[in-house]
């Protein structure tokens, strides 16, 4: 996993939804958001479908 993947994943398990990581993310790094969702969404699908990290749904 590159430095970039590593912040992905650390924001992944610390904001509850996409949005959230990915404002987060960008705002990290400095990059675009609207460039940047669609790879930062794909690289947090691999990492549930590693099993690295789940995808829970909260219910109330």
């Known amino acids: 996993m590159n430095d970039i993947g590593y912040?992905?994943?650390?924001?992944a398990?610390?904001?509850?939804?996409l949005d959230d990581i990915i404002y987060n993310?960008?705002?990290f790094t400095g990059d675009d958001i609207d460039?940047?969702?669609y790879t930062i969404k794909n690289f947090i699908d691999?990492?549930?479908?590693k099993e690295i990290i789940?995808?829970?749904e909260k219910y109330e």
């Open 13 to 17: 398990i610390k904001y509850e939804n």
């Open 35 to 37: 460039s940047a969702k």
């Open 46 to 49: 691999e990492l549930v479908d």
């Open 7 to 11: 912040i992905i994943f650390e924001f």
């Open 54 to 56: 789940i995808k829970v």
């Open 25 to 27: 993310v960008c705002k």
